[in-house]
């Protein structure tokens, strides 16, 4: 049986800029349960990033409830429960692909093997052989994927990926899109892209459609 991981209700989130008001989301209603492979799509500036901040606890809703009834409270979702992939790798520049890895279970100290649970990481995204490679030494689509090893490292319930292929060839973004795929299966984790990348979407189970602030109920479709 499924479990609600995020349950948001009239959730919205405005910014003032100087007397002004922009609505970058307006009040949303949604659930996101175990397994579900969900993607937000919509065009750039729609709102995608700022609903994907908030189900990350990274922001604040201006107003509405936002809850993770089976993961616990917001200050505490980080690293371990939930994973985010950012749409840059944003990697630490002085460390390797698998030191950086391991940065969410040094942060929880609670891993008997550091070391060897980012080595495992990087191998499921197939990159065990650039584990001490510095970023710099590393293509767009390695780093891409360094940071989706580095999301899914401490086994998280839910992964959120904000645009994880937007700086990216459509083959490269196709690798991390597997990457990200076929770390999970086997799980239940829930995972939730943010995309205007159609193939991306796509292979998803189910699609929000966001715009201008408004999301529109779900679609079911796709393929994994």
């Known amino acids: 049986m499924s479990e609600s991981l995020i349950i948001g209700s009239g959730v919205s989130r405005r910014f003032m800029q100087g007397s002004t008001a922009l609505d970058a989301l307006l009040p949303a209603t949604f659930t996101v349960r175990t397994g579900d492979r969900i993607a937000i799509v919509g065009p750039s500036g729609s709102g995608k990033s700022t609903l994907l901040q908030l189900m990350a606890a990274l922001d604040a809703p201006t107003a509405g409830d936002l809850a993770w009834p089976a993961l616990g409270e917001g200050k505490s979702l980080r690293p371990g429960h939930v994973g985010v992939v950012f749409q840059a790798a944003s990697l630490i520049p002085s460390l390797s692909a698998v030191e950086n890895v391991e940065v969410p279970l040094r942060i929880l100290a609670e891993h008997p093997d550091p070391r060897a649970a980012a080595l495992d990481a990087l191998a499921r995204v197939g990159l065990a ?85 408004r999301l529109a109920p779900p679609q079911e479709g796709g393929s994994t």
Not at 161 to 180: F, K, M, N, S, Y
Request: aromatic content about 2%; proline content about 6%.
């Open 129 to 213: 052989d650039v584990a001490d490679k510095l970023p710099d030494a590393l293509s767009g689509g390695q780093a891409q994927r360094v940071g989706v090893a580095r999301a899914i490292v401490t086994h998280p319930r839910l992964v959120l990926a904000d645009e994880p292929t937007g700086q990216l060839d459509h083959p490269t973004a196709q690798r991390v899109v597997d990457a990200l795929l076929e770390s999970l299966e086997g799980t239940d984790a829930a995972l939730v892209v943010a995309t205007h990348d159609e193939p991306v979407a796509a292979r998803m189970t189910t699609r929000w459609q966001i715009d201008r602030g």
